[in-house]
Nanobody, 115 residues
Framework: QLQLVESGGGLVQAGGSLRLSCAAS????????MGWYRQAPGKQRELVAW???????DYADSVKGRFTISRDNAKNTVYLQMNSLKPEDTAVYYC?????????WGQGTRVTVSS
């Protein structure tokens, strides 16, 4: 069973930065895609960024040029570096991992950007 633990959320002023981390532990087969979704109050969950096992990445248009996703395969960890944060980035951020045909979710970490 794979478990995900997220960290790094918090309160930051507009223009600031945060780095989210999501570490996988437990028993699982190889990890394929890793990524992040977010859900703002009253809105649907939105795909923010993802990264494949080969290192290919993609981003939502709203975060391109500001957010960077990366992964450390040795640590089974995915990161989301968020720069130039805006109040509209305020949301609960969820990491996800695809492994063995199953998608696993983190518990969510809250990011609040004040104006």
């Amino acid at each position: 069973q794979l478990q995900l633990v997220e960290s790094g959320g918090g309160l930051v002023q507009a223009g600031g930065s945060l780095r989210l981390s999501c570490a996988a532990s437990g028993t699982f087969s190889s990890i394929n895609v890793m990524g992040w979704y977010r859900q703002a109050p009253g809105k649907q969950r939105e795909l923010v960024a993802w990264i494949t096992s080969g290192g290919s990445t993609d981003y939502a248009d709203s975060v391109k040029g500001r957010f960077t996703i990366s992964r450390d395969n040795a640590k089974n960890t995915v990161y989301l570096q968020m720069n130039s944060l805006k109040p509209e980035d305020t949301a609960v951020y969820y990491c996800y991992i695809g492994s063995g045909g199953t998608v696993y979710w983190g518990q969510g970490t809250r990011v609040t950007v004040s104006s």
